[in-house]
């Protein structure tokens, strides 16, 4: 039997052969009540962003860098970028809303992470020797990453695109994985073991960052 407790809400999951005991299933799932519980409060205790109004002097996270927000308002196109080290500055009509703002800014993390993902999968299924035939970027609420083995696709959560790069390498290798090993069983930990040994705190470092206002809502 297999039990995970994911973030960021504490969903759980039991995996159970098919031909076992209800009853025995349920015992098992009590014996664990500790350790479940333990990693409930640990998701609680996890940071969490503010809502965001996207306003000159926010917190913006790119490639697991804080910058700080610089709203400039002007009447020509749309233009989000990286302006010195500290900041991301975006010009927008004067009078957009909070709404437009936010999704002028997500558009850009989008192509930021459409640029950053040839290089990563070509580099990875290379070292892992697998080819997918399409990835694409989502926005998804409850996953990093998503692989579907036999149409060999995989799906790249947009907001890695915020994430210091080796989590978003590691979601890809988790992924590239799935190709040879479809669940997540001693084969497949092995893989990851090999492909890349210290999986296991980029995993961490994922799991432990800020979890964004509203994206997870489950
Ligand atoms: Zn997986």
Not at 90 to 102: G, H, I, K, Q
Not at 159 to 168: Q, S, V
Not at 171 to 193: D, G, P, Q, T, Y
Request: aromatic residues 10%.
């Amino acid at each position: 039997m297999h039990l995970a407790v994911y973030p960021p809400t504490g969903r759980i999951r039991l995996a159970a052969p098919t031909n076992i005991d209800g009853e025995v299933v349920r015992l098992f799932a009590i014996s664990k009540i500790g350790w479940i519980k333990k990693h409930i409060k640990q998701f609680k205790d996890q940071p969490r962003e503010s809502p965001r109004e996207y306003k000159s002097g926010e917190s913006h996270y790119f490639e697991g860098k804080r910058y700080l927000l610089k709203v400039i308002e002007h009447n020509g196109f749309n233009k989000v970028e990286v302006t010195g080290t500290k900041t991301i500055s975006m010009s927008v009509r004067p009078n957009s809303t909070r709404d437009e703002r936010a999704s002028i800014l997500k558009e850009w993390y989008r192509k930021q992470l459409k640029e950053q993902l040839p290089p990563l999968f070509s580099k990875w299924e290379t070292e892992i020797g697998v080819k997918s035939n399409e990835w694409a970027i989502k926005h998804m609420t409850t996953k990093w990453g998503a692989c579907n083995t036999e149409a060999k696709r995989i799906w790249i959560n947009l907001e890695l695109a915020k994430k210091p790069t080796i989590c978003l390498e590691y979601i890809i290798v988790h992924e590239l994985v799935h190709l040879l090993e479809r669940s997540h069983n001693e084969h497949f930990v092995a893989k990851l073991n090999q492909f890349m040994p210290k999986w296991k705190l980029h995993r961490d470092e994922l799991n432990s960052l800020p979890v964004a206002h509203g994206d997870w809502g489950y």
